[in-house]
T-cell receptor, first 116, second 111 residues
Framework: EAGVAQSPRYKIIEKRQSVAFWCNPI?????LYWYQQILGQGPKLLIQ????????DSQLPKDRFSAERLKGVDSTLKIQPAKLEDSAVYLC??????????????FGQGTRLTVV | GENVEQHPSTLSVQEGDSAVIKCTYS??????FPWYKQELGKRPQLIID?????GEKKDQRIAVTLNKTAKHFSLHITETQPEDSAVYFC??????????FGAGTTVTVRA
């Protein structure tokens, strides 16, 4: 089956600029996650969608980060304005159901963001 | 929320030896514990997972054990090979369905 698709793979921007990342989950997967992975650390959950509704966004810096999942399929994550500390790999993942019977979360290749 | 701690942060083993990575979690309601392997520059990929109704699970050279009382789980890799070199992440999911990750263990298998 096709995997989770993300674009772009790499992005370099100056601080205070804006940037957007795109994710296309595996077909039929109801749950979509955005994670931030800073070099040398584990993935940190930013936001989790169940279909097109937000399940959790408690760790999303809402003053600068926003995300949407229109029609419960593709999702975009935006940062505006970017800060140096936003430099990280942004991983998108999806899973089938997100409920107690759910299993594996599949990850995309990630977008490596460098803020200079 | 869930807090997952992982030890050690780095692990170097001789080829053929065993490697053990340990994780603890804070939310007693957590019921699903996957382990992911991430090679340099690549996406995390699931290698094994365990649910809270099972104490141990094995798949060829890898095994995971779970102690619900102590709230810890471990990954065991036997007969390590150079291709086992990677960063390994444990994770835990509770009833809020959030998947929380540990900080990762960099495993190096010396030939």
């Amino acid at each position: 089956e096709a995997g989770v698709a993300q674009s772009p793979r790499y992005k370099i921007i100056e601080k205070r600029q804006s940037v957007a990342f795109w994710c296309n989950p595996i077909s039929g997967h109801a749950t979509l996650y955005w994670y931030q992975q800073i070099l040398g650390q584990g993935p940190k959950l930013l936001i989790q969608f169940q279909n097109n509704g937000v399940v959790d966004d408690s760790q999303l810096p809402k003053d600068r980060f926003s995300a949407e999942r229109l029609k419960g399929v593709d999702s975009t994550l935006k940062i505006q304005p970017a800060k140096l500390e936003d430099s990280a790999v942004y991983l998108c993942a999806s899973s089938l159901a997100g409920g107690p019977g759910d299993t594996e979360a599949f990850f995309g290749q990630g977008t490596r963001l460098t803020v200079v | 929320g869930e807090n997952v701690e992982q030890h050690p942060s780095t692990l170097s083993v001789q080829e053929g030896d065993s490697a053990v990575i340990k994780c603890t979690y804070s939310d007693s309601a957590s019921n699903y514990f996957p382990w992911y392997k991430q090679e340099l520059g690549k996406r995390p990929q699931l290698i094994i997972d365990i649910r809270s109704n099972v104490g141990e699970k094995k798949d060829q050279r890898i095994a995971v054990t779970l102690n619900k009382t102590a709230k810890h789980f471990s990954l065991h890799i036997t007969e390590t090979q150079p291709e086992d070199s990677a960063v390994y992440f444990c994770a835990a999911r509770a009833n809020d369905y959030k998947l929380s990750f540990g900080a990762g263990t960099t495993v190096t298998v010396r030939a």
